[in-house]
Structures are given as structure tokens and as C-alpha cells.
């Protein structure tokens, strides 16, 4: 039981290059979650979806896409990258409305 | 909307000790509150949550309680070992909403 996966682990880019960071779940979960984490600002919510081509934006959504054409998958896109976006994201996933957030492992994201 | 604050944000005990961090949220509507622990290299894992229509909850060496009334929420670990060192996030979150609003973070420190 794989449960959910982020990939890459580890990333390193540059200011202006397009990166996807993906997120598998293996639960069917309806509901997934991008959090960003930063020193000083615990984990900030990017984007959430409530299930397959439904999503919506949550407090710091600028300069990020998201997407989710099936249930299974949620990947993150930062089209243009920013030094600002340099930060460790965690992707998460519950069933309906009440279920507790499960977290992927993280990918740790350099823009230089 | 909610605003969750979370203090200290550091502490370090004896092993052996108890351990309380504490916090505050802004939104009387929020229903649910749950406690992360996030070891190094690790997505943030559920240890304990409570909702509002109960006053305390305990798992073993772990308890959380809930004051509606002044509007915050405590952790509790008692016979602290050193494998409880790690960094503590507490959340809150309205009834009919997924989002998660987590405060900054506690890490603790326990000493062998």
C-alpha cells in the first residue's frame, strides 16, 4: 500500500523555468491539498481539489497551477519559478468532509 | 477567516518531562482541531485531533484539550522520551470546509 507519494524528492531550478511536482494517492481519496512550508509560517494551503476537475484556490495561489484530470493525481505546476518559491511542499489527501489530512513525504524545491 | 497561533516555538524538557503547547484560534465557527507531529525529512502525521463538542481527549502519553470559551486548544505529553522530538503543528477548521489553517509550529527538544 503505497499510499501517497511525491516526486521529485529533491529539486533544484532556475528563476523563470517551468516545474511540475507531482502527487500520487493510491487511497481514491476525493480530496487533496498543496501546502507550502516555510520557516516562520508553518504550512501555508496553495490550492486544494475536491475531486477530478474541480479545484480551488487557497491562501498563496499566486504564480502556481494546478490541475486534476483524474482522482488519483495532483500536480503542481510553478510556470515561471521565483526565489520567493524556494520552499519545501507537501501534497495531502482525505476522503469527504471530516476525514484527517494524510501527507505525502514532501519535495524540497530550490529556485536559484 | 481562521487565524491559528501557536506558541512556544521552540521547547526543550528532560526526558521524563511533560510537555504542553499551546493554541489560539479567531474563528468561533472552527469544529476541529487536530495535532501533527512532522519528524525531520517527514510530511506532518495526525498523533491527535478533538472536536468542539468534546472538552479533552487522551491517547496514551498524549492528550489534547479544548477551551470554546477562550477559544484555545492545548497538547499535552507526559513521560516525554526522546524520540518525541520533532516539530508540533496544531490546526483549526470550520464545519463544512476541508481546509486546514495550521499555526507556525513548536519544536520540541527532548533531552536524554
Known amino acids: 500500500d503505497a499510499g501517497i507519494t511525491q516526486s521529485p524528492r529533491y529539486k533544484i531550478t532556475e528563476t523563470g523555468r517551468q516545474v511540475t511536482l507531482m502527487c500520487h494517492q493510491t487511497w481514491s481519496h476525493s480530496y487533496m491539498f498543496w501546502y507550502r512550508q516555510d520557516l516562520g509560517h508553518g504550512l501555508r494551503l496553495i490550492y486544494y481539489?475536491?475531486?477530478?476537475?474541480?479545484?480551488d484556490k487557497g491562501e498563496v495561489p499566486d504564480g502556481y497551477v494546478v490541475s486534476r484530470s483524474k482522482t488519483e493525481n495532483f500536480p503542481l505546476t510553478l510556470e515561471s519559478a521565483t526565489r520567493s518559491q524556494t520552499s519545501v511542499y507537501f501534497c495531502?489527501?482525505?476522503?469527504?468532509?471530516?476525514?484527517?489530512?494524510?501527507f505525502g513525504p514532501g519535495t524540497r524545491l530550490t529556485v536559484l | 477567516g481562521e487565524n491559528v497561533e501557536q506558541h512556544p516555538s521552540t521547547l526543550s524538557v528532560q526526558e521524563g518531562d511533560s510537555a504542553v503547547i499551546k493554541c489560539t484560534y479567531s474563528d468561533s465557527a472552527s469544529n476541529y482541531f487536530p495535532w501533527y507531529k512532522q519528524e525531520l525529512g517527514k510530511g506532518p502525521q495526525l498523533i491527535i485531533d478533538i472536536r468542539s463538542n468534546v472538552g479533552e481527549k487522551k491517547d496514551q502519553r498524549i492528550a489534547v484539550t479544548l477551551n470554546k470559551t477562550a477559544k484555545h486548544f492545548s497538547l499535552h505529553i507526559t513521560e516525554t522520551q526522546p524520540e518525541d522530538s520533532a516539530v508540533y503543528f496544531c490546526a483549526g477548521r470550520n464545519t463544512g470546509f476541508q481546509k486546514l489553517v495550521f499555526g507556525t509550529g513548536t519544536r520540541l527538544l527532548v533531552s536524554p
Open positions: 481539489s475536491a475531486a477530478a476537475d474541480i479545484t
Open positions: 495531502a489527501s482525505t476522503t469527504s468532509e471530516g476525514g484527517t489530512q494524510y
